[in-house]
């Protein structure tokens, strides 16, 4: 009666690469989120370095547009002085992917039958 494939619903916890979250905010633009390692009982995992990332939106004619960002640092007051840095760092990123794909999708060359290519109808 089912027709439906059998999937595979298990899910297992990688308990070697658990960090705790927290998220630190100027509630203006920057928001830094600081991962600190921890082992399976919670405690912090000295072995492994903290990680931060930076969140920001960017205002773009179609809307915002969230940017997110890996931040080197050795410490949270240190992320936020590179935040600025980072964000135009991600920015220019971002141009660059753009200009690449509108470069790709100008150059490429359209067959009739290609599937992805225009569709033109021809009057009869």
């Not at 960090?19 to 928001?31: M, R």
């Amino acid at each position: 009666m089912n027709n439906l494939p059998d999937l595979d619903t298990t899910a297992s916890v990688d308990t070697k690469n658990l960090y705790q979250e927290e998220s630190f905010t100027d509630l203006k633009v920057a928001t830094i989120r600081r991962l600190t390692p921890v082992l399976p009982d919670g405690s912090p995992d000295a072995m492994r370095k903290i990680l931060y990332s930076g969140h920001t939106q960017i205002m773009t004619p179609g809307g915002a547009l969230p940017l997110q960002f890996d931040i080197e640092a050795p410490n949270l007051a240190e992320a936020f002085s590179q935040f600025p840095a980072n964000v135009e760092t991600a920015i220019n990123k971002l141009a660059e992917e753009m200009e690449r794909l509108q470069r790709d999708r100008t150059s490429r060359i359209v067959s009739p039958n290609d599937p992805g290519g225009p569709r033109l109808v021809l009057p009869r």
